[in-house]
C-alpha cells in the first residue's frame, strides 16, 4: 500500500518565531504611541487658540463698550441752545473725575431734553462696573452697576489717565485672564495668552469748557 506524505513547508514560509512576534509588538507600540502623542499635542493646541482667540475677543469687546461710553462724557443734549454771551458754551457736565485710582466718573445728556446721565466706571470682583444713575451722588466708585465683560474672563487692572490734564483726551489701560485657565496653558508660556493688555486713547468729542 502506498502511503502519502504531507510535503513540508519551506524554509521562508514559516511562521514569525516568538522573539519576532515581541520584537514587532514593541515598535507597534512605540509607533501608536508617537501618534497619540502628535494628536493630543494638536488637541491641545487648538484649545490654546480658541481659548487666545476668546480672551482677546473678550478684551477687546468689554474695551469697546468702555470707550464708547467714555466718548460720550461731557455730551449736551442742544449744544446750539448751550451758547451763552459772547460765544462760549457753559457745559454742566464738563467735569471727568479721576482722582480715584481705577475709576472714572463723568456725566453727559443722554438725549434731547433727556435727564442728566451720570456715569462711573470701575473694576470690582474681576469685572468692570458700569454704574448710572441720575445724581451724581448715586454714582460713585463705590455703586453697584451692569457688569461689561462675561464669566470667563476676570479684569485684573483698569486704569484711566489723562496726559497733562487734557480732559478730551482719556487714555485707557485693560488688563485681564482667562478665569478658569486649562494646567497645560502655563506650562509654556510663549506658546499662549493667558493674561492680556490692551491700551486706547479715546478723544471726547464735547462742546464747551
Given at each position: 500500500m502506498l502511503m502519502?506524505?504531507?510535503?513540508?513547508?519551506?524554509?521562508?514560509?514559516?511562521?514569525?518565531?516568538?522573539?519576532?512576534?515581541?520584537?514587532?509588538?514593541a515598535l507597534g507600540l512605540l509607533?501608536?504611541?508617537?501618534?497619540?502623542?502628535?494628536?493630543?499635542?494638536?488637541?491641545?493646541?487648538?484649545?490654546?487658540?480658541?481659548?487666545?482667540?476668546?480672551?482677546?475677543q473678550e478684551?477687546?469687546?468689554?474695551?469697546?463698550?468702555?470707550?464708547?461710553?467714555?466718548?460720550?462724557?461731557?455730551?449736551?443734549?442742544?449744544?446750539?441752545?448751550?451758547?451763552?454771551?459772547?460765544?462760549?458754551?457753559?457745559?454742566?457736565?464738563a467735569n471727568i473725575d479721576?482722582?480715584?485710582?481705577?475709576c472714572m466718573r463723568y456725566s453727559y445728556a443722554e438725549s434731547t431734553g433727556g435727564a442728566t446721565d451720570y456715569r462711573a466706571i470701575r473694576v470690582a470682583n474681576g469685572k468692570v462696573i458700569l454704574a448710572r444713575a441720575s445724581t451724581a451722588a448715586n454714582a460713585?466708585?463705590?455703586?453697584?452697576?451692569?457688569?461689561?465683560n462675561t464669566d470667563g474672563v476676570q479684569i485684573t487692572s483698569?486704569?484711566?489717565?489723562?496726559?497733562?490734564?487734557?480732559?478730551?483726551?482719556?487714555d485707557v489701560v485693560l488688563t485681564g485672564r482667562l478665569k478658569n485657565a486649562p494646567a497645560y496653558m502655563t506650562q509654556n508660556p510663549s506658546m499662549a495668552v493667558t493674561t492680556k493688555t490692551i491700551r486706547q486713547t479715546v478723544s471726547i468729542r464735547s462742546n464747551g469748557t
Open positions: 502519502h506524505r504531507t510535503p513540508s513547508l519551506p524554509r521562508n514560509a514559516r511562521g514569525f518565531t516568538l522573539v519576532e512576534m515581541m520584537v514587532a509588538l509607533v501608536v504611541s508617537a501618534v497619540l502623542a502628535f494628536i493630543f499635542s494638536l488637541i491641545r493646541a487648538n484649545s490654546e487658540t480658541v481659548l487666545s482667540t476668546r480672551l482677546n478684551m477687546r469687546a468689554t474695551m469697546a463698550l468702555i470707550s464708547s461710553d467714555i466718548r460720550r462724557a461731557r455730551g449736551l443734549s442742544d449744544p446750539i441752545a448751550a451758547v451763552g454771551q459772547g460765544g462760549v458754551v457753559v457745559n454742566p457736565f479721576l482722582s480715584t485710582a481705577g460713585t466708585c463705590a455703586s453697584a452697576g451692569t457688569p461689561l483698569l486704569t484711566f489717565n489723562n496726559p497733562g490734564g487734557n480732559t478730551r483726551r482719556i
